[in-house]
């Protein structure tokens, strides 16, 4: 890539907890990455993980999953399921090894894993945050030598902008999914609305993205 002219840094691309081109990658309702592509939040994730939104925001009259649909004015974007629908962004990431090895000394087998999981649960209730719509996710690394945890804050209030009709969306079925080349129109696209500064809140016409 430097080759063909890319000019960023190691640490413009990755910097643990600086901002870097890492913060523009979201995980997209708990199962799905997305990437926001614009400073007015919009985001593309794959056609599958916005399918069950498309096919809720469409009725008999204006079936979006089968003939796509396309927001031509942020005025035109259809709101997500605020219940369930949510776009996480990394926060910040903490080295929280020491705490939890100091906690398993002297013991092995199903004591240490029991052990274990009861300190990672009482360190992701300690630095999760509901009212700050923080989510912490401790996560054990090189075979539970490396303990990390991943502090994510929540935003709820997003919105459709974006999808191919399910025909090309969804093309091939989900074989095609793991098939190369690809030849699906994979994609949709969702705005993510916060309040001022950028931090999170509920669903508002009046925030902005």
Not at 112 to 123: E, H, K, Y
Not at 125 to 130: E, I, N, Q, T
Not at 131 to 154: D, E
Request: some cysteine.
């Amino acid at each position: 890539m430097v080759k063909k002219g890319l000019k960023l840094t190691r640490e413009q691309l990755f910097s643990l907890n600086k901002a870097s081109l890492k913060d523009a990658i979201v995980i997209f309702n708990g199962g799905c990455t997305g990437e926001i592509v614009s400073p007015q939040g919009l985001i593309f994730t794959n056609h599958h993980c916005g399918y069950s939104v498309i096919a809720g925001a469409s009725t008999v009259e204006h079936n979006y999953l089968q003939n796509g649909f396309y927001a031509k004015s942020m005025a035109e974007e259809i709101p997500g399921n605020t219940q369930s629908l949510y776009v996480e962004f990394l926060t910040r990431i903490e080295d929280v090894t020491k705490l939890v090895l100091d906690s398993l000394q002297g013991l092995t087998g199903q004591e240490r894993a029991t052990r274990q999981a009861q300190v990672l649960s009482a360190i992701n209730a300690k630095m999760s945050d509901p009212a700050k719509h923080l989510r912490a996710s401790v996560s054990p690394l090189f075979k539970g030598n490396q303990f990390l945890a991943f502090v994510y804050t929540r935003y709820t209030d997003v919105r459709l902008v974006g999808a191919p009709p399910e025909a090309l969306g969804k093309f091939g079925g989900d074989t095609d999914n793991w098939e190369w080349p690809r030849h699906t129109i994979d994609y949709s696209i969702f705005r993510v609305y916060g309040a001022a500064h950028g931090s999170a809140a509920d669903f508002s016409q009046t925030i902005s993205p």
